[in-house]
């Protein structure tokens, strides 16, 4: 991207501020984004709060614990990346709802027949999460049986939710 990915602008705001906003207006709260390899300006991501690891190269599991570190008592979690800040509210929105519903299930967005981000993990699996070895995945949860058991989707019509923002091109096709 020629800079840290989380501070490539899009519509006048980095990727993490834009994620930040669409969290912030979903009703997310409290919104945590976790620092690896680059500093992140506090004030492009109020009113979050930012979370340091220390281990971001060995790899996103770390980052994902670091974000998860001493929040208790949350009855579920959404895990989001900074690649895709052009998520719709609108996808935000029907994954907290999605959640109202059924608050057990781990939640994900489909759209067509592709699942895809953000995730949203209830209470009684944030546990697990932070157990995980650095080497392990969200995947490798999520293929757990008893986690498997509780996966649901929802459709959207967001394809936002299986792009990834990696690369110029992929910037420059993104609506201005």
């Known amino acids: ?81 900074i690649d895709r800040p052009h998520l719709a509210l609108a996808t935000w929105q029907a994954l907290l709802a999605a959640h109202a519903r059924e608050p057990e299930a781990v939640w994900q967005p489909r759209c067509g027949t592709k699942r895809g981000h953000p995730l949203l993990f209830p209470g009684w699996l944030l546990p697990r999460v932070l157990q995980l070895a650095p080497t392990q995945t969200l995947h490798d949860l999520l293929a757990s049986p008893e986690v498997a058991a509780a996966r649901r989707v929802f459709d959207v019509d967001d394809p936002a939710v299986l792009d990834n923002i990696d690369s110029p091109d992929d910037l420059a096709r993104l609506p201005a």
């Not at 207006?25 to 004030?43: E, Y």
């Open 1 to 81: 991207m020629g800079a840290p990915k989380a501070l490539v602008h899009w519509r006048g705001r980095s990727f993490v501020g834009n994620v930040v906003d669409r969290a912030v207006a979903a009703g997310c709260a409290p919104v945590v984004v976790v620092q690896g390899a680059h500093p992140i300006p506090v004030d492009e991501i109020a009113p979050a709060t930012i979370r340091l690891n220390p281990r971001w190269s060995e790899g996103p599991t770390t980052s994902l614990q670091a974000g998860l570190g001493g929040l208790v008592g949350l009855d579920a979690v959404v895990i989001a990346t």
